[in-house]
């Protein structure tokens, strides 16, 4: 072998060993939270989610969340959007298991109270959702303003709900129908209802409370406490209006 080919052979070595004396590039951690957020224990323990500030406040509030959290999200005393995989807006996921392992889009101010949205896989319109359990395992897609005003008022639901609708207790709750606007305002008003209701129907007390097996409800259609009540419709627009009449509802099926 030939002195310069020694002498080559001699050079990598000395530079390869010192390679192995250099130190490990340094590995980058996780990011530092923005200002106010991440307070409480293990508020963000896990999280991979994007923070805004002021978000993830209180135990656990966003322990191995996966959702972008706005500013002002998800405040709570414990497990506010725990496992949440959505998109959390300004201001929303308030209370106690408000956003727990929701994986629906949640816009600003909304699902505000104690399991408002938990289990949530719906998108869930600005304002809507306030209350206790109000839409607690729901699947639908929420406009804003609705579900609102009463515990339970679109638990498990599976419609679309349209704005200003389901209001006050279990107002939609276990729901199947398209929802228009302005609709279901009521105590259990399309409570177990399985229909398509359409705009300004089924507002009072039980409405259309396990109503529309048969058929759709026309606009206008069905107010009244207990006006539909047990109906299986269709019930055509304008139609089956007024106070109960002797204890039952003016279109109310008594079985």
């Not at 405040?75 to 106690?96: F, I, L, P, R, W």
């Not at 607690?136 to 303003?145: E, F, I, M």
């Not at 709750?173 to 399985?194: L, P, R």
Request: aromatic content about 2%; charged content about 10%.
């Amino acid at each position: 072998m030939s002195r310069p080919s020694r002498a080559l052979i001699t050079l990598l070595l000395i530079i390869g060993f010192v390679v192995l004396l250099l130190p490990a590039p340094a590995v980058a951690g996780p990011p530092k939270p923005p200002a106010g957020s991440c307070l409480g224990t293990d508020a963000c323990t896990g999280n991979t989610g994007g923070l805004q500030t002021n978000a993830c406040v209180g135990s656990h509030a966003c322990f191995n969340n996966a959702g972008n959290i706005n500013k002002d999200a998800c405040h709570a005393d414990s497990k506010a959007c725990e496992e949440n995989t959505g998109s959390v807006g300004v201001g929303a996921c308030q209370q106690t298991v408000a956003c727990n392992r929701n994986h629906g889009t949640v816009a600003r101010e909304a699902c505000i109270g104690p399991g408002a949205c938990q289990d949530n896989t719906g998108a869930v319109g600005e304002g809507a959702c306030v209350g206790d359990a109000v839409c607690l395992g729901n699947a639908g897609q929420v406009s804003k303003h609705a579900c609102r005003q009463g515990t339970f008022a679109c638990k498990g639901n599976e419609g679309s709900v349209g704005e200003n609708s389901c209001v006050d207790h279990s107002a939609c709750s276990g729901n199947e129908g398209t929802i228009a606007k302005n609709s279901c305002h009521g105590d259990s008003a399309c409570v177990g209802n399985q229909a398509n209701v359409s705009a300004g129907s089924c507002n009072g007390a039980a409405a259309c409370g396990s109503a529309g097996a048969a058929g759709p409800i026309g606009a206008n259609a069905c107010n009244g406490d207990f006006a539909c009540f047990h109906n299986p419709g269709p019930i055509a627009a304008g139609t089956c209006n007024g106070p109960p009449v002797g204890g039952v509802g003016v279109c109310q099926i008594v079985p």
